[in-house]
């Protein structure tokens, strides 16, 4: 919900939020739009303008590796390889979304690594770090597009996919028009729900005969309501995970 009115970072802790948003975008009557949650009995809200610091750098001194699935090290150039994992990634630790860390962005990494993508084209819509389509370009697949709606995340996934050698990769900055007139054998969107919804014609149309769609960026209790979007456009449920209750659905294109 606070997504959809314009907060861009948040932190999870215990029985907390932390929800960020450029101060000029900010206006307290933005939150009224909520009030029928932030009114709940238990729950409280405050704000505050925060300082100019260095993000970036803030970032990079909480920025740890990860490891995927026992196949897949994340690091940053600042940390040590670590020979024993079949695939290392290195990601400029900027603040576009996408480390691993996160357990939407660990689940499609999963899903990605445990498929034979061999020949496969692949389109990551919300692409961030880059992440996803780095991956799935080590592992194998034919062709790997990306787009973001942010220059900067942009950016940093043109860095990364340099920093990777991730051969066969374009990326583009746009939305949902870049993935019109494609046909990709799987799409992948690590977005918000709402997005979602609002896209998942255009992600049906675009897909070929038989691919797969992931999406993730819900949670569990958005299951019937993105299933439900799927199927009113021809997509098929196959798979489901959940965790922390993050949620990760797979839908398949019918071959005819």
Not at 61 to 84: D, E, M, W, Y
């Amino acid at each position: 919900m606070l997504a959809e009115i314009g907060y861009e970072g948040f932190q999870d802790g215990d029985r907390f939020l932390l929800a960020y948003m450029p101060a000029a975008s900010f206006s307290e009557s933005s939150l009224r739009k909520l009030d029928g949650f932030l009114n709940t009995e238990g729950v409280k809200y405050e704000y505050r303008i925060l300082e100019e610091r260095n993000w970036n750098r803030e970032w990079e001194k909480n920025f740890q590796p990860v490891v995927i699935g026992n196949k897949c090290l994340v690091r940053a150039p600042f940390h040590r390889t670590q020979s024993k994992y079949p695939m290392e990634i290195v990601i400029e630790p900027k603040m576009a979304f996408g480390t691993g860390h996160h357990p939407t962005t660990e689940m499609i990494a999963g899903y990605l690594l445990n498929r034979n993508l061999q020949g496969t084209s692949i389109f990551d819509m919300g692409c961030g770090s880059g992440i996803l389509g780095i991956i799935a370009a080590k592992a194998g697949a034919e062709m790997v597009e990306m787009a973001d709606t942010d220059p900067n995340a942009v950016a940093s996934a043109l860095e990364n996919v340099s920093k990777n050698k991730a051969g066969n990769t374009r990326v583009y900055h746009g939305g949902i028009e870049v993935l019109r007139g494609k046909k990709p054998d799987i799409i992948t969107a690590n977005i918000t729900r709402a997005v979602l919804l609002e896209h998942m014609k255009d992600y049906s149309k675009a897909l070929a005969r038989g691919g797969s769609l992931v999406i993730s960026g819900i949670i569990s209790s958005d299951c019937s309501t993105m299933i439900a979007s799927g199927g009113s456009h021809g997509l098929k449920l196959v798979n489901k995970i959940c965790r922390e209750d993050w949620l990760m659905l797979e839908f398949c294109k019918p071959q005819y």
